[in-house]
């Protein structure tokens, strides 16, 4: 019987870069860094989750860029908060870059959304309270 969700892969052109956006900018820990015969093993995770995001070096295919283009975007990873509003203003003293000014209230709850230095898609999320 499966038991929970181990990894879910980003594909990174760098992945220092990823790692310093993921750690220093978002707040997530690193998990694992091990230099793999197949490359570097770079795992990172939001503290007491199980869940680990793998930051995966993978060059872009030709004719396609690293940056964010219009059209179809990778991802998205979806991050929860408790208190969204005020992780959006710590976030964005940090440097993290988002599509709107302020989170926005939507059916669900409030959500905000950004994208890492390699165009995947990040979607931060308050639940609505009951």
């Not at 993978?58 to 990873?77: C, L, M």
Request: aromatic share 10%; proline share 8%; net charge negative.
């Amino acid at each position: 019987m499966l038991t929970n969700i181990m990894y879910v892969t980003l594909y990174v052109t760098d992945q220092e870069r990823a790692l310093g956006f993921y750690i220093d900018q978002l707040g997530l820990e690193k998990r694992i860094d091990y230099p793999g015969p197949d490359g570097r093993f770079l795992t990172v995770g939001v503290p007491g989750s199980p869940l680990e995001i793998i930051l995966w070096q993978h060059a872009p295919a030709v004719g396609q860029p690293a940056e964010r283009g219009t059209g179809a975007v990778p991802g998205p990873v979806f991050l929860e908060s408790d208190d969204l509003r005020a992780d959006f203003k710590v976030l964005r003293d940090r440097g993290v870059t988002f599509d709107e000014p302020e989170p926005e209230d939507y059916g669900f709850g409030i959500r905000a959304e950004a994208v890492d230095p390699d165009g995947n898609r990040i979607s931060l999320r308050q639940r609505r309270s009951q």
